[in-house]
């Protein structure tokens, strides 16, 4: 067919959608009898009585300007739930022969599929290699290991849905995908959770139990409770090759844990050393510092923290003074929020250029509890305009004095012992007491003393164990660390020149400052489970007390023993090795996972395959404590990148903004919004937790707010669709039940197109190979032209990792191009008797590539509906949707004419009028007769091409066209579409003009009190001006236009004058 002549550039409006909160008027499934399920006229009947009921709610909504429709408490309506109830065993085909429900439904759409993907080794990159479409490329992924001890939340499964529509896009277009699922055996969580177990159900402690005996309980609890992620994954449709699943406690992941131990040790990256780390006192265990919670306080603050008898004041600057040795009167006053650190006080520190210190310089100060002499010393780490200008120095209780104690030759003095409490260094009145119990007592004695100078509110920041909830403490600890700054520069240097590529690139600012700062970490753990370190000390019987410890790595005690007979020179037989009874750091094993999921220290074929991975991707918070550290391990141990490309997702945030927290309360699982809860389930799930009481009632209040009726079932492709439909750039994601509803939706319009198509398609009907396929009518044309650029912008979507063009591209084809406008322009095509062959052909390709486009996305409803869709004659047929043919954008490029679409933009707007002129004159049954006048050619044509779209689009009767220079038409409504073009729609006989403009006051006066509140309240705080300027340009524009109707119906009934008339 050729191309349409083109004129001027016009916008294309996407669809003919109605404006925001009008019902549509034409759902598909009230028009015909679709694929085997009849509708009756009561059923026709009653959904036309729920769209009226809608429009009413709609309206008076919109009436209230109130809460925006993602804010609405209006309850949801539990829909239909349909079961498939063929008998099918898991890992057999489902059954497909029978018709389609009238509905969609997820539990009917996401039985039986999953367990015969897996069975059939779909997602085994084995398989993928013998595709007709393979390309030879490999494709290789992990996912981020969760923690075995919990469940998915909803952030998990934004990772899950981003990976799983990239790994599904790459199988299909031909590459060998592998992607590996694993577990993180979380050693601080797994083994709270089995203590607390274990208390509860025995009343045994854990110190009661064997190593050995404690271990074996963990592994028990590990394979009766573990599984449940797997469960979700597998729910959320994740394809993943579990025959390589891993876990980070398996034998053959613990020996690379250890490989890499004694690699790093050798190549003198590991050492032990006294120092400063973080410490839980609740968990007795040195922590990372991802399990550091940074929390502000405003100002004096209380917090209940375990062990701890009384609530505890924190966010206060506690004045005290230091008496000046040899001087009665004068005094340096010390500003501090710890002071249950005092009796571990070395100094008092001021700037060297404070003048109100200059003259006490190198003298002494006395202890205000001890009365011990301690020095003043200068530094100029100090902030002289803080507080008084002075600080106390407690080199072993602070990070920053301990690098100002090391620089002026302070011995550090430990205080605050692993529990918590105070040591005996604190003297007999102290010893044993809770260190914030101590704190009262210290700060009672200053006062007896004299020596207390005042508190006040003071803003802080609180170091949170997020394991435990205690405040954490820096305590002077022998432990092994991992040398990290030249691993770290070569991390760095890898973004920077390009080797390593983070996305968004607004990462990499982070990433340079990381490293350029980054610290020796330390990888020891007073844990039991986990991967016990493989060092050993040496015991010997005749070893002085002031002599260092000797300490040896090897991967077996045998090859241990050997390393300490060659650096003791003594037989190996004779010495007593002591082995580490800590357990490495869980980001240690996470760190290696990319190469030791595949098999590595051994060589094996998937490690020389698939390594380095193709792509990282996890969410933005793990960007530095993982991605980072698997970057430095992975470079240093294989010689390698483990990954050239790192996509980083946004945090899913509630809608407080608040990150997803179990001790928040505010983790969503992703099977509440796919199969739907009630809100007394959910809060139930709240109270069985173990949340403080206050972060209880904040959850509670919270849920009530947000799901005031529960979650309704949304399913799984439409949580996956709403998740990928938010862009990496977009920011921190906030995700509410209502956006993924709108998406189940979208599901259901997708099912009736695909009955609709069905039902058309018929028993007999034979598909085209779709390069023959040509359009043999203007509107084929559009919808195919269409179709191929969806494919283009799905394909650029994939290419540049931004799902969300993909979403975009995917919504508007099936919803504002297939279902909104070509099906109801082609319905008066297809009832005709003989149907031509054309249009049954193109809503076939339109159909199998549309549903193709989308199966990345939606992987069950697209194969539910592909695999009822009849074969292409003389082509092997792919077994599943989920290995068929991605649709090529170049395959499909000879259906592109971009001309016809710009110049179809010109219809749609046509169709829009003439919508709006119905609506004006409440033409709801009636259909009238349209003309079109334009007095450019090159329209004419355009508009004679689709005089019958315009008509069945526009419901309206027949469409001509009036001659450029031939008068208006007398009594017909009017509208201007531009300089060039007018629509006119006849009226007469068809409007009342007595009955109609009384509706139209009442309409008017409605919309213009909307319209004056709008204009007299003062906008919300954070309501966005455009918002509210489109909002009256939009009540302004309707008000016109009901002027002018109004207007023309006055002329109709001074023409026909009839008693009893109203004017407005």
């Not at 322009?825 to 193709?852: E, N, Y």
């Amino acid at each position: 067919m050729p191309h349409l002549p083109l004129a001027s550039f016009r916008s294309p409006l996407w669809g003919l959608r109605p404006s925001w909160g009008l019902p549509r008027s034409h759902p598909l499934s009230t028009q015909s009898e679709l694929h085997g399920f009849p509708i009756s006229r009561k059923n026709r009947e009653a959904k036309q009585k729920r769209l009226r009921e809608k429009q009413a709610a709609l309206e008076a909504g919109i009436a209230r300007n109130s809460k925006s429709p993602t804010e609405s408490s209006k309850a949801w309506s539990p829909k239909e739930v349909v079961l498939y109830e063929i008998p099918t065993e898991p890992g057999e085909k489902k059954d497909v022969s029978g018709c389609l429900p009238p509905a969609y439904s997820p539990q009917y759409v996401e039985a039986a599929w999953y367990s015969w993907w897996v069975r059939e080794g779909f997602f085994k990159p084995e398989y993928q290699a013998q595709l007709p479409q393979a390309t030879g490329e490999t494709f290789s992924m992990c996912i981020p290991p969760p923690n075995v001890t919990g469940s998915l939340h909803i952030g998990h499964a934004l990772t899950v849905a981003i990976q799983d529509a990239l790994v599904r896009w790459h199988r299909m277009r031909g590459d060998q995908v592998l992607w590996i699922p694993g577990s993180d055996h979380a050693g601080i969580a797994t083994q709270a959770v089995v203590e607390k177990q274990l208390w509860k159900e025995r009343g045994v402690r854990r110190h009661e139990l064997s190593r050995k005996d404690f271990l074996r309980e963990v592994w028990q609890w590990k394979e009766v409770k573990g599984g449940e992620i797997c469960e979700q994954l597998r729910a959320l449709g994740a394809s993943l090759d579990w025959d390589r699943d891993c876990f980070t406690m398996d034998a053959g992941f613990s020996e690379a844990v250890t490989e890499a131990f004694v690699r790093l040790y050798k190549a003198g990256l590991l050492y032990r050393n006294r120092q400063l780390v973080n410490w839980s006192c609740a968990l007795k265990s040195a922590i990372s510092d991802i399990e550091v919670e940074n929390r502000p306080l405003p100002g004096r603050t209380e917090l209940r923290l375990p062990g701890c008898p009384t609530p505890v004041s924190f966010g206060l600057l506690v004045s005290i003074a230091f008496p000046v040795d040899g001087e009665p009167d004068a005094e340096v006053v010390v500003g501090t929020t710890r002071p249950e650190t005092l009796p571990g006080d070395m100094a008092v520190a001021v700037h060297p250029d404070d003048s109100r210190y200059t003259h006490l310089h190198g003298r002494q100060l006395r202890h205000p509890l001890t009365g011990q002499l301690l020095p003043l010393i200068t530094d100029s780490a100090v902030h002289p305009h803080v507080g008084t200008g002075a600080v106390k120095v407690t080199p072993a209780h602070s990070p920053a004095d301990a690098e100002m104690g090391a620089r002026h030759g302070l011995s550090p003095l430990n205080v605050i012992a692993e529990d918590g409490t105070m040591t005996s260094l604190c003297g007999d009145w102290l010893q044993g007491l809770h260190r914030f119990v101590a704190r009262e007592k210290i700060m009672s004695a200053l006062k007896e003393r004299g020596l207390f100078r005042g508190l006040q509110n003071h803003p802080m920041v609180l170091p949170i164990c997020s394991r435990s909830g205690d405040v954490v403490e820096y305590l002077l600890k022998s432990q092994w660390f991992v040398r990290c700054q030249e691993m770290g520069d070569q991390a760095a240097k890898a973004v920077e020149s390009g080797a390593l590529e983070l996305s968004p690139a607004f990462h990499r600012k982070n990433w340079q400052h990381w490293f350029s700062h980054i610290g020796d970490w330390c990888v020891s753990r007073q844990l039991w489970w986990g991967h016990q370190i493989p060092a050993y000390l040496v015991i010997e019987e005749h070893v002085e007390g002031d002599r260092e410890d000797c300490w040896v790595v090897g991967r077996s005690e045998a090859e241990a023993r050997e390393v300490a007979a060659e650096l003791t020179g003594r037989p190996g037989a004779e010495l007593v090795l002591e082995r580490d009874p800590d357990v490495l750091d869980t980001w240690f094993s996470s760190a290696l996972f990319p190469f030791s999921a595949l098999g590595w220290p051994q060589k094996t074929p998937d490690l020389a395959r698939f390594y380095p991975l193709s792509l990282l991707e996890t969410g933005s918070d793990l960007l530095l404590f993982w991605v980072g550290r698997m970057v430095m391990l992975g470079t240093q141990l294989t010689g390698q990148l483990p990954f050239s490309k790192v996509l980083l997702h946004p945090m899913v945030r509630d809608r407080q903004g608040r990150k997803m927290s179990k001790s928040l309360g505010n983790v969503l699982d992703p099977r509440d919004i796919i199969s739907g809860v009630e809100l007394q389930v959910l809060q139930e799930k709240l109270r069985s937790g173990n949340l403080d009481p206050t972060e209880l009632a904040i959850a509670t209040a919270a849920q009530e707010k947000d799901f005031p009726h529960g979650i309704p079932e949304c399913g799984t492709d439409a949580l996956r669709f709403a998740l990928c439909s938010h862009g990496v750039l977009g920011g921190d994601l906030r995700l509410s039940a209502s956006e993924v509803q709108s998406y189940r939706h979208f599901c259901n319009k997708i099912w009736n197109a695909l009955r609709f198509i069905l039902n058309v398609l018929g028993e007999k009907f034979v598909p085209q190979p779709a390069e023959e396929l040509s359009p043999s009518s203007p509107m084929d044309a559009w919808i195919l032209s269409r179709l191929a650029l969806a494919a283009q912008e799905c394909e650029r979507g994939f290419l540049a990792r931004e799902l969300s063009l993909v979403t975009h591209a995917l919504y508007h084809f099936w919803l504002h191009n297939l279902c909104d406008v070509y099906l109801e322009a082609v319905k008066p095509v297809l009832w005709r008797s003989p149907c031509p062959p054309g249009p049954p052909q193109v809503l076939f390709s339109c159909a199998d590539l549309g549903l193709r486009l989308l199966a990345p996305l939606m992987p069950y409803l697209a194969e539910e509906l592909w695999q009822r869709l009849p074969p292409r004659p003389g082509c092997p047929n792919a077994p599943s949707i989920s290995i068929a043919p991605y649709p090529s954008a170049q395959n499909l490029e000879h259906w592109r004419q971009p001309e016809l679409e710009q110049r179809f933009s010109q219809v749609q707007e046509v169709v829009q009028a003439l919508r709006a002129l119905r609506a004006s004159y409440q033409l709801t049954k009636a259909r009238p007769q349209v003309l079109l006048q334009s007095s450019d050619p090159g329209e004419q044509e355009l508009f004679k091409a689709f005089l019958e779209p315009l008509s069945t689009l526009g419901r309206c009767g027949a469409v001509d066209l009036l001659p450029p220079s031939a008068a208006a038409p007398s009594g017909w409504a009017q509208a201007s579409l531009s300089e060039t073009v007018q629509v006119y729609m006849e009226l007469q006989g068809l409007v009342d003009p007595q009955t109609q403009l009384p509706l139209l006051a009442a309409r008017r006066h409605k919309l213009q009190k909307q319209l004056d509140g709008l204009i007299s309240r003062t906008p919300s705080e954070g309501e966005a001006e455009t918002q509210r300027q489109q909002r009256l340009s939009s009540l302004q524009l309707e008000l016109s236009k009901l002027d002018k109707a109004a207007s023309h119906l006055r002329q109709l009934m001074d023409e026909s004058p009839a008693p009893g008339s109203s004017e407005l």
